[in-house]
């Protein structure tokens, strides 16, 4: 062969050897959707959906968020809300699941019976329920977010914030009351040892009234009040009334909410901005971008919750960000000492 021709085959051969190193290169750099897109996935939002300001909108901007990061087509995301019932949530589970979605988020509490009858009857669907805790499935993930954190960093912000050294709060009658009421106690005494905490448990009576009385927390003169009760505005409310009560009187103490977002939607009233110093803040948004992420690397939440009655998934805290405090233009000593109790939750206390 000439030798024009053996040069002619030489880089032939090293155009071909640099089109296959390359075409390999951009195979790494496929956006991971591209690679698991069989993978379909389905949000059962609580009810009215999207437009809520609450739970279902904090995790529609995951949903969101989790399409532009993967680059999910709309054919790998499905998006539905039950019309007003509870055999209308176990209905739509059921449907998604025989539609063969891969993974079924179901936001809010409001699922957790419904998803443990669909869990069973589709035992190799994965299925995920946001804020709950408490469905004993081996393929339900249990999502839910600290409470007893959220309790004691808002106590310290309460106990740093009060003028009257004299704080209450005002918690849902469930298992975990004792619990959340003594971490509460815990980060008011944090913040400031000589304050006085007053509780309030929260129930419902048969006719459906609540036994909420901010007035005879102001009465013995406590000026900050931490609530997590969001089946009603009611707390807020009777804040704001009893706020503008105390101007009237020329009161030298005034009287501040600290309440947990998305659940209280409420917050969001232009009325909420006089008096909320500050807000706990679940992060459902970033546990759906978490769980959108183990889906499509086919994997899942498995941290156990309760060994003993076989639940599992994940607690979100403020040591890894899915739990956070948004406070209202604090002082110095007040984000001093917010900052002091962030490393006793490193530390493991709660």
Do not use: C
């Amino acid at each position: 062969m000439k030798l024009w021709a053996l040069l002619h085959v030489a880089k032939v051969r090293s155009l071909l050897t640099f089109l296959t190193v390359a075409a390999l290169s951009m195979g790494s750099l496929i956006p991971v959707a591209s690679a698991e897109s069989n993978i379909r996935i389905a949000m059962l939002y609580d009810i009215g959906g999207r437009g809520d300001n609450g739970i279902n909108d904090a995790a529609a901007k995951g949903l969101d968020a989790a399409k532009k990061q993967f680059h999910l087509s709309t054919l790998a995301v499905r998006e539905m809300a039950p019309i007003n019932s509870e055999s209308d949530r176990e209905a739509r589970l059921l449907f998604l699941a025989k539609a063969g979605y891969d993974l079924i988020i179901a936001v809010g509490s409001g699922y957790s019976q419904a998803i443990a009858v669909a869990a069973e009857k589709y035992p190799t669907i994965q299925f995920a329920i946001l804020g709950d805790a408490s469905v004993a499935m081996v393929n339900v993930m249990n999502i839910d977010f600290s409470p007893t954190q959220s309790a004691f960093m808002a106590g310290v912000l309460a106990g740093a914030s009060s003028v009257s050294a004299k704080v209450g709060s005002m918690l849902p009658a469930d298992q975990n009351l004792q619990k959340n009421q003594s971490a509460f106690a815990d980060g008011v005494h944090f913040a400031n040892p000589k304050a006085k905490v007053f509780g309030q448990s929260v129930t419902l009576n048969l006719k459906g009234a609540s036994n909420i009385s901010v007035a005879s927390m102001s009465s013995v003169g406590v000026d900050v009040i931490y609530s997590t009760w969001n089946k009603s505005s009611e707390v807020l409310n009777q804040v704001i009334a009893v706020g503008q009560d105390l101007i009237k009187k020329k009161s030298k103490f005034s009287i501040k909410l600290i309440g947990i977002t998305p659940q209280q939607y409420f917050l969001t009233f232009p009325a909420a901005k006089k008096v909320v110093i500050g807000a706990v803040t679940d992060r459902f948004d970033r546990a759906v971008i978490d769980l959108v992420a183990k889906a499509l690397k086919g994997q899942t939440f498995n941290d156990i919750l309760d060994e003993q009655a076989g639940i599992y998934g994940h607690i979100y805290t403020f040591n890894g960000g899915g739990v956070a405090l948004a406070t209202s233009a604090p002082t110095s000593t007040v984000t001093s000492q917010l900052t002091s109790a962030e490393k006793v939750l490193a530390s493991g206390k709660y």
